[in-house]
């Protein structure tokens, strides 16, 4: 059974930061690319970034760059978001998602496998 399972969420400052984790088990995590995706009250789920499982390339949603970053550690089948310079506008439940796939995938779309989310709350 594939599992995906979010944590590290919380409540923060702005200027803050948080790490999440994404442990995934039931599938072999070398070959599946992950996403983080968010979605705040009363707006439509956003990608936020993305990690390739082939050669660890990235991709970050304009807003996030330079405050983010994602990485992957496949001998503990985790993916990582280091969120710094924490903004209010960040809050959301943040999703991880994982997909059978070389490359980058930026869509939400094209995940067929989703973690139950993990909350970020970044007072002012």
């Known amino acids: 059974e594939v599992q995906l399972v979010e944590s590290g969420g919380g409540l923060v400052q702005a200027g803050g930061s948080l790490r999440l984790s994404c442990a995934a088990s039931g599938f072999t995590f070398d070959d599946y690319a992950i996403g983080w995706f968010r979605q705040a009250p009363g707006k439509e789920r956003e990608g936020v970034s993305c990690i390739s499982s082939s050669d660890g390339s990235t991709a970050y949603a304009d807003s996030v760059k330079g405050r983010f970053t994602i990485s992957r550690d496949n001998t503990k089948n985790t993916v990582y978001l280091q969120m710094n310079s924490l903004k209010p506008e960040d809050t959301a439940v943040y999703y991880c998602?994982?997909?059978?796939?070389?490359?980058?995938?930026?869509?939400?779309?094209?995940?067929?496998?989703w973690g139950q989310g993990t909350q970020v709350t970044v007072s002012s």
């Open positions: 998602a994982a997909d059978r796939s070389s490359g980058r995938l930026w869509w939400a779309y094209d995940y067929d496998y």
